[in-house]
């Protein structure tokens, strides 16, 4: 067995929930991290953001909640299968972890449209690739692109036994063709076709707007007291 060494963050304001205090456990930048490590570290609750692998541990608030997807008990909604077929034109690349400039400007293009990001504030695009790539995942840069141009990525990291949907981000002027939406799907469909058990979503958060639609991926696992089932 091994032992990974952790410690303890700052306390912090939640990005999520307002008025909370937020306090994260991280393992040790020390430590050598490869895919089979963090694959059971994922199934622990476990992060990454970056290189960075994180839990959250705050003091007072235990919202957020690990959660994945069973893949092989999955079952498509009416409003999923219409989007599947929506998109069955949509063109399908995977990519290795590497900067794209295309890719950079449909960032910063979501970020200024869906979360207000001001522009007094860019983010570079060291930060940016820092921020989504990792020197020890195994990770994927997934284009959809509609009609040949540019419509999402998808960044996915590649576990033993499953997906791990690390951030989406996509055009708006795509938004009737559900793309968020649609890269889950694939991810779902895609981990079935290399016999992989899971899609993990990041954190489910009930009280938190942003967190909501993982509540559409039925039925959805989280783990609650270190045991994971359906929430």
């Avoid at 996915?156 to 981000?169: C, E, G, K, M, P």
């Avoid at 795509?174 to 469909?189: N, R």
């Avoid at 899971?198 to 909501?212: A, H, N, Q, S």
Wanted: glycine share 2%; with cysteine; hydrophobic share 40%.
């Amino acid at each position: 067995m091994i032992s990974v060494p952790l410690w303890l963050s700052n306390l912090h304001e939640c990005s999520y929930l307002d008025d909370k205090i937020a306090q994260s456990v991280v393992v040790s930048e020390a430590f050598v991290l490869d895919t089979l490590i963090y694959s059971r570290l994922i199934e622990q609750g476990f992060r990454r953001s970056g290189d960075q692998v994180y839990a959250p541990h705050c003091p007072s608030c235990q919202a957020c909640v690990p959660s994945r997807i069973a893949v092989a008990d999955f079952q498509a909604d009416r409003k999923q299968k219409r989007c599947w077929q929506r998109n069955q034109d949509t063109q399908v690349t995977i990519k290795p972890a590497k900067f794209e400039a295309e890719h950079f400007q449909l960032y910063q293009r979501y970020q200024a449209e869906r979360h207000d990001r001001a522009d007094n504030q860019p983010i570079s695009e060291q930060e940016y690739i820092e921020f989504l790539s990792s020197h020890w995942c195994n990770t994927w840069f997934v284009e959809f692109r509609i009609n040949h141009k540019l419509a999402a990525v998808a960044i996915v990291d590649v576990l033993d036994n499953a997906l791990s949907a690390v951030y989406t981000f996509f055009d708006p002027i795509f938004a009737q063709h559900s793309p968020g939406v649609f890269a889950v799907l694939w991810q779902i469909e895609y981990a079935k076709s290399l016999n992989l058990e899971y899609v993990y979503l990041g954190f489910w958060i009930k009280d938190c707007r942003k967190m909501l639609y993982k509540n559409q991926y039925q039925p959805l696992q989280g783990l609650i007291n270190q045991q994971w089932q359906t929430v």
